[in-house]
């Protein structure tokens, strides 16, 4: 039997900070072909709400700390705010969406990240062989679009804030079972940059192994390497294709697009 | 057919403080018989969050006015925050909850209440007519119990702060077309008192005539008359029986109950 097309879009939280362009981004989300889910990520509204509420911004090695506070905070700003405001703005254009955290339906079942070598808190990673794919797939198949945001739960009462593009590998990963799937990281550039500060020097298509050689070129760095490492991964699991593109081009696709395949091989 | 039976239960916001309190109340909620629903408030947190935030609570004839910032504030607080936690509760006791505002699935489809007398700002009343139970019951019928906060939307991309108490109501009137339902109102008293100062004064049960004499000696003035106004529309409804208790006497379901038959008639 053949899968049903389903399309994992991945999108930054700020969006949401400019209603034109998330109406124009929803309307295009929808109007992808077959079934679509959609992951949000919140970063920069929550790093604008923690300073409202005077919450110092812990970091270590480059990256938040989620203590008890800040557990809280990014679970008001990413399950609460956003994922409303998204969700009530996409049944506005006619989608049937649903607001998910992965505690909901116990779809993302996570662990806590080892407080070694460095204690971030309350950090989790989720489970790809325990995700509920049956419960979100029948939601699925019933016409509603799931919208995640990036907190998670550990089956023992603990939320946990999460990674969004580690939530999108990870669904994309395992719905692969049930679905044909294809993951957009979509950014707020358009695509692989050769040169961070020349637009025009998209890389359009890569394989693992070219990959590997922008990462020692550091071509591909920072925010851009677990991307990277998630999306080949994701083929690796069945995902049919990743692209990361710009979330204004997600119609025209126009982007960088991972090849799943490896050097030397033929193409699929 | 016998239609099956589904509890809606409404409880306060404020419980998630006492996290004792929340497992032995969400443990009896979980072993109620038949299928289940529950829809939380919580004003008390939303107040506490908002002093945090230095945001001014604005008051009308003795209500909270919901202004842009306040929808916000407890859009993070209700459909963040309380739900979710909630939520990894209930999934911590082996209960497949998933947490909804009124604009998942288009569950709860409502309009902004009239600016005229007063304008209280972005708050919603449900098209109780229009409630997207299809949704709802096939959700309920995969088995798993859906936890509402007390958030609505209009359709046309406005989120609204909806009275907790209206939306228990409302969602167990729609409901009684595809099951068999109970609504259970959790405060913090044991039921309706005689005696505001003694809590030995429970009214064991009242019908719709005696709760205007109730009304007329004050013995239900305040929070308490909409609650009892919504119970026995509720039961016009369709809504089998509403019992008004202390959430920890849930299982013994001891408290007032409401009488859904009218006085010179038998009980039915």
Known sequence: MTKEKLSIVKIGGNIIDNPVALEQFLTDFYHLEGRRLLVHGGGVM???????????????????????????????????????????????????????????????????????????????????????????????????????????????????????????????????????????????KEGVLRDLNDPDSIIPSMTQAESEIYKQMGVIADGMLPKIDNSFRAMEKGVNEVIILHAKNLISKKGTILLNYRDGESKP
């Open 46 to 188: 929550a790093s604008k709400m923690a300073t409202q509420l005077g919450l110092e911004t812990k970091m270590a090695q480059g990256r938040r700390i989620t203590d008890a506070e800040t557990l809280k905070l990014v679970t008001m700003v990413y399950a609460g705010w956003i994922n409303k405001y998204i969700v009530a703005s996409l049944q506005k254009i006619g989608c049937n969406a649903i607001g998910l955290s992965g505690a909901d339906g116990n779809t993302i079942p996570s662990h806590q990240r080892s407080p070694i070598p460095v204690d971030y808190g309350y950090v989790g990673d989720p489970n790809t062989d325990k995700m509920n794919t049956e419960f979100l797939s029948k939601l699925i198949d019933m016409g509603a679009t799931p919208v995640f945001c990036a907190i998670t739960h550990d089956g023992n009462g603990q939320l946990l804030n999460t990674n969004a593009d580690t939530v999108a590998y990870s669904l994309s990963s395992s719905l692969s079972k049930h679905y044909n799937t294809s993951l957009y990281y979509c950014f707020e």
